[in-house]
Structure formats: C-alpha cells, structure tokens
C-alpha cells in the first residue's frame, strides 16, 4: 500500500507565495520521478513540473521563473515552492510519483488526493 499526501494549499492574494508538500509512505522500494500536475475548472489535467531522482527539473512554460520543483529523498517528499502567483495559477493540484513498490517488479504512477490553490483579491 503506497500513499502521497499533499498539504500547503489555500487563498492566496495575486504576487503571493504558497510552498505544496507532498509526502510519500508505505511499501515503497523506490521513487523515481515525482512531480505535480494541476486542473483548473473546465480544463485538462497539465504537467506543472516534475524532478527526477538526480534532481533534473522540467517546467511548464507558464511557470518557468516563478515556480521551483524540490524533493528530499530521505523523507520520499517533493515540494513546489509557488511565487509571483497569478489568477490563472487558480487550481487543484496533484503530487504524483513515479515509484516501484515492494513485492512488484514494475514502476507505476500513484496520485495524492488534491489540493486547492486559489489566487485572488
């Protein structure tokens, strides 16, 4: 049984900051990639940024320069330090990982459950 737990969303005024966390446990052999994923109302599901397990980032381009993708492998946890917040940042946000459980020979993706990110005045 493996599960991503996510925190840090919430309001927040346009220009803010917001850090999401996102923790992985339970019979986890191991993490590969992780990364975040956000869906607006209306919208499709879309990478935001990801980071493998030797650090190498990759970013949507509508967060390049404001967003930064973080993991601390000790602690099977990634995070998404959110900066310069815009409206159009407005969304619910899901951690994913790449990972291989015990007692299975093959790497599959696991979601957290979401958590709401909303930019306004």
């Known amino acids: 049984q493996v599960e991503l737990v996510e925190s840090g969303g919430g309001l927040v005024q346009p220009g803010g900051s917001l850090r999401l966390s996102c923790a992985a446990s339970g019979s986890i052999f191991s993490i590969y990639t992780m990364g975040w994923y956000r869906q607006a109302p209306g919208k499709q599901r879309e990478l935001v940024a990801d980071?493998?397990?030797?650090?190498?980032?990759n970013y949507a381009d509508s967060v390049k320069g404001r967003f930064t993708c973080s993991r601390d492998s000790a602690k099977n946890t990634v995070y998404l330090q959110m900066n310069m917040l815009k409206p159009e940042d407005t969304a619910v946000y899901y951690c994913y990982a790449n990972l291989r459980a015990r007692g299975f020979s093959r790497r599959n993706d696991y979601w957290g459950q979401g958590t709401q990110v909303t930019v306004s005045s």
């Open positions: 980071i493998t397990s030797i650090g190498s980032t």
